[in-house]
């Protein structure tokens, strides 16, 4: 059984910076791309930034210049670290992984975290 579990989200004023990471545990032989999705209330879930096992990052437009994705490959942890943020940031914030296992290649899903922007 694989889980992700992530972390780091809370409340934050506009400016601010968090850092959201997202640990992968179980019977995993690696992990492929991995990704952070979010969601606001009464809109759809997104991408906001996805890596490659390799490295190769992929960012919305609207996170651009702000947001960083990167991983840990040994720890199968990947982060998001996230600066000026606005209070269009604010969602439920969801690790997403491709997971290769003992049950073959699976879609993963985090639990979510809630990120929240306001003064």
């Known amino acids: 059984q694989v889980q992700l579990v992530e972390s780091g989200g809370g409340l934050v004023q506009p400016g601010g910076s968090l850092r959201l990471s997202c640990a992968a545990s179980?019977?995993?032989?690696?992990?492929?791309?991995m990704g952070w999705y979010r969601q606001a209330p009464g809109k759809q879930r997104e991408l906001v930034a996805s890596?490659?096992?390799?490295?190769?990052?992929n960012y919305a437009d609207s996170v651009k210049g702000r947001f960083t994705i990167s991983r840990d490959n040994p720890k199968n942890t990947a982060y998001l670290q996230m600066i000026s943020l606005k209070p269009e940031d604010a969602a439920v914030y969801y690790c997403h992984a491709e997971v290769f296992s003992t049950l073959g290649v699976n879609d993963h899903w985090g639990q979510g975290t809630q990120v929240t922007v306001s003064s």
């Open positions: 179980g019977s995993i032989f690696s992990l492929n791309v």
């Open positions: 890596i490659t096992r390799g490295g190769t990052t």
